[in-house]
C-alpha cells in the first residue's frame, strides 16, 4: 500500500512569497495518477492539479506541479491571500490515497 | 453551473444506519464515475468507495467494506451512499465527487455524527 508524506507540515509565508510543497511516496508512482489539492476552511476541497503538472479548470497559473517517481512537488509562485489553505496530494488509484496535507498560513 | 448537492447527514447511535444522497446537476453524470470522500473532524481526507459509471464495477476502503454501500441511478441523477453498522470512528464530513482526472467536481458535503 503506498503511503504519501508531505511536508512540512506547515509552512509559514507571507504574500508574494514563494510556496514550495512536498509530497513523497513510500514507492514509486505514476506521475498521470498523482493530483493536488486545496482546502480552505469550511468549505470542500478543490482540484488544482491533475498528472503532477496538469492544472485543473480556472486554477491560475501562479500553481505548478512537478515530479516523478515518489518525489512531487507544488508550487506556488507568488502567495495571494487567498492561497493560505491546507493543500493535500493524493495517488488517484488503487485506494486513491491521500497525504496528510500540508497548512499554508500566513506569516 | 455544475453542482453536487449531498444530504442526508446527521446524528446517529453506534450500530446505527442512515442513508447519504447526493444530488447532481447539469454534466452528464450517466457517464462518470463517482466517489465519496469523507473527512474526520480537524483530519485529513480518506476515500471511501466509487463507483462506475453503469454501477458495474464498485470499489470499498477497507475501513467500510462490508458495512458501507455505494449505488446509483442515472435516471435521477443520483449517487447514494447506505451507512450500515456505523461507528464512531465513522463520524466525518461526507463528500461525493466526480471521479475524472481526479476529484474534479465536489459537493459542499454533509455531516455525519456517531455518537450515543
Known amino acids: 500500500e503506498i503511503v504519501l508524506t508531505q511536508s512540512p507540515g506547515t509552512l509559514s509565508l507571507s504574500p508574494g512569497e514563494r510556496a514550495t510543497l512536498s509530497c513523497r511516496a513510500s514507492?514509486?508512482?505514476?506521475?498521470?495518477?498523482l493530483a493536488w489539492y486545496q482546502q480552505k476552511p469550511g468549505q470542500a476541497p478543490r482540484l488544482l492539479m491533475y498528472?503532477?503538472?496538469s492544472r485543473a479548470t480556472g486554477i491560475p497559473d501562479r500553481f505548478s506541479g512537478s515530479g516523478s517517481g515518489t518525489d512531487f512537488t507544488l508550487t506556488i509562485s507568488r502567495l495571494e491571500p487567498e492561497d493560505f489553505a491546507v493543500y493535500y496530494c493524493?495517488?488517484?488509484?488503487?485506494?486513491?490515497?491521500f497525504g496528510q496535507g500540508t497548512k499554508v498560513e500566513i506569516k | 453551473e455544475v453542482q453536487l448537492a449531498e444530504s442526508g447527514g446527521g446524528l446517529v447511535q453506534p450500530g446505527g444506519s442512515l442513508r447519504l444522497s447526493c444530488a447532481v446537476s447539469?454534466?452528464?453524470?450517466?457517464?462518470?464515475?463517482m466517489s465519496w470522500v469523507r473527512q474526520a473532524p480537524g483530519k485529513g481526507l480518506e476515500w471511501v468507495a466509487n463507483?462506475?459509471?453503469?454501477?458495474?464495477?464498485?470499489y470499498y476502503a477497507d475501513s467500510v467494506k462490508g458495512r458501507f454501500t455505494i449505488s446509483r441511478d442515472n435516471a435521477k441523477n443520483s449517487l447514494y451512499l447506505q451507512m450500515n453498522s456505523l461507528r464512531v470512528e465513522d463520524t466525518a464530513v461526507y463528500y461525493c465527487?466526480?471521479?475524472?482526472?481526479?476529484?474534479?467536481?465536489w459537493g459542499q458535503g454533509t455531516m455525519v455524527t456517531v455518537s450515543s
Open positions: 465527487a466526480r471521479d475524472g482526472d481526479a476529484f474534479d467536481l
Open positions: 447539469k454534466f452528464i453524470f450517466s457517464t462518470s464515475w
Open positions: 463507483i462506475k459509471n453503469d454501477g458495474s464495477e464498485i
Open positions: 514507492q514509486s508512482v505514476s506521475s498521470t495518477y
Open positions: 498528472g503532477a503538472s
Open positions: 493524493q495517488h488517484f488509484a488503487d485506494t486513491k490515497r
